[in-house]
Structure formats: structure tokens, C-alpha cells
T-cell receptor, first 115, second 113 residues
Framework: DGGITQSPKYLFRKEGQNVTLSCEQN?????MYWYRQDPGQGLRLIYY???????QKGDIAEGYSVSREKKESFPLTVTSAQKNPTAFYLC??????????????FGDGTRLSIL | GNSVTQMEGPVTLSEEAFLTINCTYT??????LFWYVQYPGEGLQLLLK???ADDKGSNKGFEATYRKETTSFHLEKGSVQVSDSAVYFC????????????WGAGTKLIIKP
């Protein structure tokens, strides 16, 4: 079955450490997205990519970085510059990117905590 | 800019009660509208969508009608079950940003047996 796989499900970060969250999709979607969700809050866009080798900052990109070297993969690195990384991170994809009526498809999320 | 406003939760209902979760929006152009559901510890799942005025989206007993005159997309269900307990998000595709999704804050629904 096609879908989006996020790993790991739970991740712990030590002070000063960078960690990378994996997102892989086999839906053949061009666009991919990373969101952050805090308890009781909605979704905030971190980064998005509409095509391989291109990506744009979302509303809260500071302290995060991404790459899009392959269509099916969009890893997110939470750097040590992100002082409050504890949150639930969601990856999504969509195709085609600019179609009004197309929904985003989501993975099951990664929960990141500080040790 | 364009925006989505949802009623605050939590909304607590008894099983078999009628559900309404309000969603209103501000948008230029002609966005599509979506409802997503998030069960505890999981990602979001598309529940239903509507792509133009007066369209009704429906799925699993849930319905929502795209009302351009009132800029609303309220979610309704005639008889809720305990298994409907989740967080519900309203979203629109933003014509001003290449149809990125703009999200409401989410409404937590609690159904008591």
C-alpha cells in the first residue's frame, strides 16, 4: 500500500545535539511538508518542498534544516539552535503541489523529547 | 491574509448526540475546504472535502457544506459514537500561496458512553 513512513516514532535529544527525523513516501508525490504540533495546538509549517532539490521555509523554520535529494525522501534535522524542540512532528505529501482540490496525506508522526 | 477559525474545544457530548463543529474562513478567490481527523498519537487523516460553493462533503456519517455566503464549512454528524473521540481540524487551500493549506487550531471532541 502507498503511504508515508515516518521514523522513528519516538526520539530523544540531548543538549547541543542535532537529530534527524526521517520521512519517506511511495505515493510518487512531488510536494512534501514538515509540520510541528505542540500539545493542544494546531499545525505550524516548518519547511516544504514542491520539487526535488528545492525547498522553502515555512512559518517556523528557525533551528531546523531539510534536504530533498530524492523525490521520495524529505528528512528534517532539528539543530541545537532549536531551543524548544519538544513537540510532535508530522510529515505530509501532496500531488500535484499547486492543485486547490488535492488534500495532503500524513505520516503517523515522530514525537521528539529533550533528555 | 487568509485564515480559518474553529470553535474552541473541548466539545463533550454523550453517545448518539448530534454534533456540530463550527468552522469559518476568510479567503480570496475560490479555495477548497477540508476536514481532517487526528486520533491520539497518530497523524491526520482526511475526513472529507469540498471544492466549490454549495458542495457537500461526506464520509463515515460526517457531513460539511461549503457555504460561500456565510464563509462557513461546519462539520456535522447525526449520532456520534465513542470512537469519534478525536481532534478535528478544518483547513483551506490558500489561493494566495500556491494552494498551501491553512489550518484551524483544531477542536477536541470527547464522546461519553
Amino acid at each position: 500500500d502507498g503511504g508515508i513512513t515516518q521514523s522513528p516514532k519516538y526520539l530523544f535529544r540531548k543538549e547541543g545535539q542535532n537529530v534527524t527525523l526521517s520521512c519517506e513516501q511511495n505515493l510518487n508525490h512531488d510536494a512534501m511538508y514538515w509540520y510541528r504540533q505542540d500539545p493542544g495546538q494546531g499545525l505550524r509549517l516548518i519547511y516544504y518542498s514542491q520539487i526535488v532539490n528545492d525547498f522553502q521555509k515555512g512559518d517556523i523554520a528557525e533551528g531546523y534544516s531539510v534536504s530533498r535529494e530524492k523525490k521520495e525522501s524529505f528528512p528534517l534535522t532539528v539543530t541545537s539552535a532549536q531551543k524548544n524542540p519538544t513537540a510532535f512532528y508530522l510529515c505530509a505529501s501532496r500531488h500535484p503541489p499547486g492543485a486547490s482540490n488535492q488534500p495532503q496525506h500524513f505520516g503517523d508522526g515522530t514525537r521528539l523529547s529533550i533528555l | 491574509g487568509n485564515s480559518v477559525t474553529q470553535m474552541e474545544g473541548p466539545v463533550t457530548l454523550s453517545e448518539e448526540a448530534f454534533l456540530t463543529i463550527n468552522c469559518t474562513y476568510t479567503a480570496t478567490g475560490y479555495p477548497s475546504l477540508f476536514w481532517y481527523v487526528q486520533y491520539p498519537g497518530e497523524g491526520l487523516q482526511l475526513l472529507l472535502k469540498a471544492t466549490k460553493a454549495d458542495d457537500k462533503g461526506s464520509n463515515k456519517g460526517f457531513e460539511a457544506t461549503y457555504r460561500k455566503e456565510t464563509t462557513s464549512f461546519h462539520l456535522e454528524k447525526g449520532s456520534v459514537q465513542v470512537s469519534d473521540s478525536a481532534v478535528y481540524f478544518c483547513a483551506l487551500s490558500d489561493p494566495d500561496s500556491n494552494y498551501q493549506l491553512i489550518w484551524g487550531a483544531g477542536t477536541k471532541l470527547i464522546i461519553k458512553p
